[in-house]
């Protein structure tokens, strides 16, 4: 396992823990209120030649079109904050609110910019 796997995989598990959200890996079908990780932004330094040294994770929180998107959207953050955080070296650099693209259908998102130190 790399190092960039074993970060996505405990922040992973700190997003399985949000109630009333499922969690999906990149790509999957989704059925809202969803929760999923994305590709991350890999950070080396130039004290560690050819180490990842820190990576920034897109968490997106997703919801269903309708007329509670935006309310279920501003009850959900907190909570899917609070797990993030939760997870060692870890902080929220910002929350985007957006779209997420779910096949061929554009649903209310926010996304969690996700930095995570892996030195």
Excluded at 59 to 82: G, I, N
Excluded at 99 to 115: H, R
Aim: with cysteine; aromatic share 8%.
């Amino acid at each position: 396992m790399s190092i960039v796997n074993d970060a996505a995989q405990r922040l992973a598990a700190a997003l399985r823990t949000v109630e009333g959200v499922r969690p999906y890996d990149l790509g999957a079908n989704i059925d809202p209120p969803a929760l999923v990780l994305g590709m991350p932004r890999l950070t080396f330094d130039s004290y560690c030649p050819g180490q990842i040294t820190g990576a920034t994770f897109p968490v997106f929180l997703v919801v269903a079109m309708d007329e509670r998107a935006q309310l279920r959207l501003w009850e959900l953050a907190e909570p899917v904050a609070e797990a993030i955080e939760s997870t060692v070296d870890t902080t929220i650099g910002s929350c985007e609110p957006g779209l997420y693209l779910a096949g061929q259908t554009e649903l209310p998102s926010y996304t969690f910019t996700v930095e995570m130190s892996l030195s």
